[in-house]
């Protein structure tokens, strides 16, 4: 008897089972192939806008995927540096080798967790309660919970052109049983499409015709309180390219032959993230499209074409390709193919993506309706977080709009449910700038050292940090500046006016120009690492934006704290207009909060539903 | 959510010897302190009475009571105050339009109550009647803001908004897709004068809204002249039927709105009419200081000269008292010798007595408020409080987001005024959702990897 099991290794499954087994839960990883534990079917890259402030949240609580991507990058950038702090992001090349290989073996010497090599048949369900799974070979594995982290596998489709083939990415074996039984359970399916592009031989593209695109020339990293001092020069480049009219006349002779355009795709493809042939039907005036070439990795030779996806056939596909500068002469070593796949409606979910249907049943990752390996790793964590609390007894954790993008995610699938494919994007987040890269140690290590996935050496790091960062303000607010021949001289080489009054040097960093660093320039006996007036700077440059933000943050937080029980019947709440109702039915929002957000529930809704509560105070609250 | 602050007036609008504005909320005492300077009402006791001047922009409105009460002890257990002004419904509009400039918003039908019954102050029988509001107000919330917005300004602040998402999509691609070239890369510089030119709009807009405030609430007016010029004869002339139309409440010296006349779409309301019946003659009978307040007062100064009379000191000093203020010369009696000797710009010459160009004053006074463009029918304003406030808001964020872009701030924390103006005008319309931002991006972008 397992306490947790976990049906799928990629990026949702590997955070889920390291979490129930790094919080003392006796746990069973279910996977197709251990060598494709973490693996990367689509861009070798981890992070940038919104989802690099994940994996930092991840790291904050205790995941893997931030030290995982730290230790197997071949190249760091972080992005909107020019930017405000609440925008900028971390993004890596990720060794498509190193990053899965690191992943299976930190997973395979992981206490508590055994894996097994096994397609998972059905799932052993009793009066809507999970007892367990049955593989495809007859043997039946018991559980407390079972967390489904099963990607595009679920009777997933591979198109190629007209080819339509049951197969799931990679070449490896679909999923075939799960999807019937979860529609006979109650759960609703939907089609969801994805693609990738076709990857070429590095020795033979010419870099000549492209921009070069290289790192960072600091040391970057997701993880926190990460030392390792990577060589700077040793990582690999991007490249810039375009399409032609010679490409898009390509692709306008052939769209018949296109998965897409010849009727073979049932699925809902991505809006964000579309073919390349979808971007010329829809944007046809643009004369060209941009093309990245990214290194996949440094043992193999395999270069991805970003901003390439395409379903068209073989030959068109390698025509496709010779017309962009730079692979005229281009050898494709993997054609680019578009993948379909089932997905729940993740609205049937708790916000701990426990299913409201089967208890004890999680959901996590693409099979939600999401995109992306950070997407899917940080509702991994959480499900993982989530189920083993839940066998534990304890209160679950659940991540406000205002505290994490990836709580921020999980609202939005189990509030509002997605069409497409849903990417995070730091438009979603409507407290952006308490939402930063910079933060996310602030706004979650304490939650995961009370969950146990923090060390206590970890931990002590953290607060030690935050000490500095305290004291170093403190010596801020107590370097006093007078508008002496001196200082506005010193002022002078750092680009900024003299001053007209005392002030402290703490006020003098609301200036844009002044860097929390030039305090050297006053007081050379300060030391500390530049990690620290880096963040000190953050805090005091942005503060007024930031109270603003967090004030406004607050008056919403009032709605969230009041609860409304999971098995209220809304048939008793008089009054509620019928669509409203329904919604409410389906979603059973936790909060008030919640059930504000939910299309359809107008704010009239919300007072009566806020009025009935209130003289129901008896009524017995179940918290999830 | 429940705590914000609200704000409504408390009694029935027309005509009444004074009104009540009613607030309750967090923020009662801090918006007090922007409109009432006398006292901290934060520090003075519950249950007590103050007297004094409510103040917009340094300028008295009124001078009111305010009554106190502290939470819990209110109506609404809240931090509560009522306002008691002076009636008619336009003192009591203005305050609370102020109310709402300065942080409240505005009470929904029952909303007193509703807190009243949710903090629990009123028990439940007591709440079932505002359940029966509530009802009434989700069954029919949607037909009455469709029929409080009229389509016109619908898409008038629809059109200010697609401005604003235009600049902000922008934005948003540049933060979400830093890589993608095909888009604009917005700065501080490029943003200035795209956020200037909305601000000119939303002016526009809030300069017609006082052309709509004048059709809802009609134009504060005082007639002035020396005596036996015409004032009287004039006013008559004005009336055209002898029927009562100038309402007269007696022993409400502290009510200055008088009576209305409604000239086209423009209701006159004039100020002080009892210089005009009582003595025929203003200054004598009140002095030039209390004259100087009239005038002051006053959105509309017909000032009355005799054909017949050459200038006299006092219309020299009278004339040039008024000269700042939208004002009609108005040459009486021009059936007789012009001993005047003098022209004026704005003025008509009429008979009052004969009601010789009389029709030519009217159209002179709607020209001079609808300023010959605006077709009373039309409506095309905003009107109401509440979208006056929330567009006056949307001018605030703007002001402030151009602020950033002056001090070179990065460009998302210039957008995050824009986005709170994006919203603040959504509010008028009812629309305020994420997801439109998010269409908008991937309609007119082509992104994507």
């Not at chain 1, 390291?18 to 689509?42: E, W």
């Not at chain 1, 602030?442 to 953290?462: F, Q």
């Not at chain 1, 690492?529 to 967090?550: H, Q, T, W």
């Not at chain 2, 200054?283 to 050459?310: F, M």
Request: hydrophobic fraction near 35%; proline fraction near 3%; charge should be negative.
């Amino acid at each position: 008897m397992y306490d947790i099991i976990i049906v799928g290794g990629g990026h949702a499954g590997s955070e889920a089972a390291l979490a129930t087994a790094r919080m003392n839960k006796n746990t069973l990883l279910i996977t197709g192939d251990i060598n494709y534990i973490a693996s990367m079917p689509c861009n070798p890259s981890i992070g940038g806008p919104a989802k690099g402030i994940v994996v930092r949240e991840i790291d904050a609580l205790g995941g893997e995927m931030g030290i995982n991507a730290d230790e197997t990058q071949i190249q760091m950038r972080l992005l909107n540096h020019s930017k405000g702090p609440a925008v900028r992001a971390l993004r890596s090349q990720s060794d498509k080798k190193l990053y899965p290989e690191r992943m299976k073996n930190i997973i395979l010497s992981q206490k508590n967790l055994t894996v097994v090599e096994a397609y998972v048949k059905s799932l052993v369900v009793d009066n809507n309660r999970i007892h367990g799974v049955q593989t495809q070979d007859g043997k039946i594995y018991a559980s407390k919970a079972v967390i489904l982290t099963t990607g595009t596998f679920l009777n997933s489709k591979v198109m190629i052109g007209s080819n339509k083939t049951s197969q799931g990415p990679e070449n490896q074996k679909p999923s075939l049983g799960l999807s019937p039984q979860l529609e006979r359970l109650g759960f609703t399916l939907s089609r969801l499409k994805t693609g990738t592009p076709p990857r070429v031989k590095r020795e033979t593209v010419d870099f000549g015709k492209t921009q070069i695109q290289p790192g960072d020339s600091v040391h970057r990293y997701f993880s926190y309180y990460n030392k390792n001092n990577y060589d700077i020069d040793a990582q690999h480049p991007c490249y810039l390219t375009y399409t032609t009219e010679e490409t898009h006349r390509i692709i306008n002779n052939n769209l018949d032959k296109s998965s897409m355009y010849s009727g073979v795709v049932e699925g809902v493809g991505p809006r964000y993230c579309p073919s390349i042939e979808d971007k010329l039907v829809r944007f046809n005036d643009k004369p060209r499209h941009q093309i990245f070439l990214e290194p996949e990795s440094q043992f193999t030779e395999d270069i991805y074409i970003q901003g390439f996806s395409t379903s068209m056939p073989h030959e068109v596909q390698e025509a496709m390709v010779a017309s962009i500068p730079g692979l005229e002469q281009a050898q494709i070593t993997k054609y680019a193919y578009a993948i379909e796949y089932d997905a729940i409606d993740a609205r049937m979910l708790w916000p701990t993506l426990e299913s409201k249907i089967v208890e004890s049943l999680y959901f996590a990752g693409q099979i939600n309706g999401t995109s992306g390996y950070e997407e899917a790793a940080g509702q991994g964590l959480l499900a993982g977080i989530n189920a083993a609390l839940k066998t534990d007894k304890k209160q679950p954790l659940i991540l406000h709009r205002d505290e994490a993008y990836i709580g921020v995610l999980i609202d939005d699938l189990v509030t509002k449910g997605t069409i497409d494919p849903y990417r995070l994007l730091t438009s979603r987040a409507e407290h952006r700038l308490l939402l930063r890269d910079d933060n996310a140690d602030t706004r979650l290590m304490e939650k995961g050292h009370a969950i146990g996935l923090i060390s206590k050496e970890r931990y002590r790091k953290y607060t030690d940090f935050h000490k500095q960062m305290h004291d170093l303000k403190m010596r801020f607010k107590n370097i006093e500046l007078s508008p002496t021949p001196k200082v506005t001289d010193v002022l002078k080489t750092l680009n900024s006016t003299s001053l007209k009054d005392r002030v402290t040097f703490y006020d003098l960093i609301r200036r844009p120009e002044i860097k929390a660093i030039y305090a050297k320039h006053f007081d050379s006996t300060l030391d500390f690492p530049n990690e620290i007036f880096e963040r000190v700077e953050i805090d005091i440059k942005y503060e007024g934006y930031i109270n603003k933000a967090r004030k406004h943050a607050e008056k919403l937080r009032q709605q969230e704290k009041i609860t409304i029980p999971e098995d209220l019947n809304y048939e008793d709440v008089p009054n509620l207009a019928n669509e409203a109702r329904e919604k409410l039915k389906l979603i059973k929002p936790l909060t008030l909060g919640q059930a504000n957000r939910i299309s359809g529930v107008n704010p009239s809704d919300v007072s009566i539903l806020s009025i009935y509560l209130k003289s129901n105070k008896n009524q017995n609250r179940v918290i999830r | 959510m429940k705590n914000d602050t609200i704000a409504a007036i408390s009694t029935a609008l027309g005509q009444s010897a004074i009104s009540i504005v009613r607030m309750s909320g967090n923020d009662v005492f801090s918006i007090m302190k922007t409109v009432f300077k006398v006292k901290d009402l934060s520090r003075v006791d519950s249950h007590t009475i103050h007297y004094g001047k409510i103040i917009e922009k340094g300028k008295s409105i009124d001078e009111v009571l305010i009554s106190v009460f502290k939470s819990p002890t209110s109506f609404t257990t809240e931090d509560m105050v009522e306002i008691n002004c002076h009636g008619g419904p336009f003192v009591a509009r203005k305050i609370l339009t102020l109310l709402l400039e300065n942080g409240a918003r505005l009470a929904e039908q029952g909303e007193f109550s509703e807190r009243a019954y949710l903090n629990g102050r009123i028990d439940l029988t007591q709440a079932e009647s505002i359940m029966d509001i509530i009802e009434a107000r989700s069954t029919h919330a949607l037909a009455l803001a469709n029929k409080g917005l009229d389509g016109k300004i619908y898409e008038l602040v629809q059109s200010l908004r697609n401005k604003l998402l235009d600049i902000i999509a922008n934005i948003e691609v540049n933060i979400d897709y830093p890589e993608y070239d095909d888009v604009e890369q917005l700065t501080d510089t490029l943003l200035k004068p795209r956020i200037e030119v909305l601000i000119d709009d939303i002016e526009a807009v809030l300069k017609k809204a006082d052309i709509g405030k004048v059709i809802k609430e009609g134009v504060k007016t005082v007639i002035i002249g020396r005596p036996n010029v015409g004032k009287s004869s004039l006013l008559n002339a004005l009336l055209r039927e002898d029927k009562a139309i100038v309402t007269e409440i007696r022993g409400t010296t502290r009510d200055i709105v008088e009576g209305e006349i409604n000239i086209g779409g423009i209701i006159l309301k004039l100020i002080d009419t009892a210089g005009i019946r009582d003595s025929d003659d203003l200054i004598e009978r009140i002095g030039i200081d209390k004259t100087r307040k009239l005038i002051e007062e006053a959105e509309l100064i017909l000032y009355v000269l005799d054909n017949n009379e050459p200038l006299s000191e006092e219309d020299e000093q009278l004339l040039t008292l008024t000269e700042h203020k939208k004002r009609i010369v108005i040459i009486n009696k021009i059936d007789l010798e012009n001993k005047i000797g003098r022209s004026f710009d704005n003025s008509v010459q009429i008979s009052a007595l004969k009601k010789t160009n009389i029709d030519t004053l009217e159209r002179k006074i709607e020209s001079l408020f609808l300023q010959g463009e605006v077709n009373v029918d039309e409506r095309t304003y905003l009107s109401n409080a509440r979208h006056i406030a929330a567009m006056r808001q949307a001018h605030q964020h703007l002001k402030e987001a151009l602020k950033s872009a002056s001090e070179h701030q990065p460009v998302d924390m210039i957008e995050i005024d824009l986005k709170t103006a994006w919203e603040t005008l959504g509010e008028i319309i009812g629309e305020s959702a994420q997801s439109t931002l998010i269409d908008e991006l991937f309609s007119k972008f082509c992104l994507g990897k």
